[in-house]
């Protein structure tokens, strides 16, 4: 899965953005700003931002809004959903609390989505197993999971 494939896909404008970990999406011009894409995170917050762009919501203060971003950001991933990306997410959308997670309600809807990425990247492809992952040498080992729907 290449983000420029997913752009191309669904017809998003892309700029450059000199800040290494800040991407927005702009919806009058379906235009993300991205820095360049060297790994599972950037990725993440990219395809983040066109989860933004392609959900049916507008309102940005709504912590749904950031829920449905992410959950279609899985959805278009598959089995490439790793467990870096969910560390992003996690992270992401903890800075959220206690500003617009406010209710137990919010909370639980939250914990659902977390629950539902740390299923869909598996226990192969989790946080630990990624570390593990970056031999002596540097050289990152790719393992492909298995995908199950
Ligand atoms: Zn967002």
């Not at 009058?28 to 599972?40: C, M, Q, S």
């Not at 995170?41 to 709504?62: I, K, N, Q, Y």
């Not at 959950?71 to 278009?76: A, I, L, S, T, Y």
């Not at 598996?122 to 790719?142: D, F, H, K, L, V």
Request: glycine fraction near 8%.
């Amino acid at each position: 899965m290449r983000a420029v494939d997913l752009a191309v896909q669904h017809e998003w404008n892309l700029e450059r953005e000199p800040e290494r970990h800040k991407a927005t999406a702009h919806f009058a011009t379906r235009t993300i700003r991205t820095p360049p894409i060297h790994g599972d995170l950037e990725l993440a917050v990219f395809v983040h931002e066109g989860g933004h762009l392609e959900s049916p919501m507008g309102d940005r203060d709504r912590i749904d809004n950031e829920l449905l971003a992410w959950r279609w950001e899985m959805k278009m991933l598959g089995f490439r959903w790793s467990g870096a990306m969910q560390h992003e997410m996690e992270a992401c959308l903890r800075t959220y609390q206690p500003l617009r997670i406010k209710t137990y309600q919010d909370l639980q809807l939250m914990e659902a989505v977390f629950a539902e990425g740390a299923e869909q990247a598996g226990p192969a492809r989790s946080e630990t197993m990624n570390r593990t992952a970056i031999g002596g040498n540097g050289q990152r080992t790719y393992v492909r999971r298995t995908a199950h729907d």
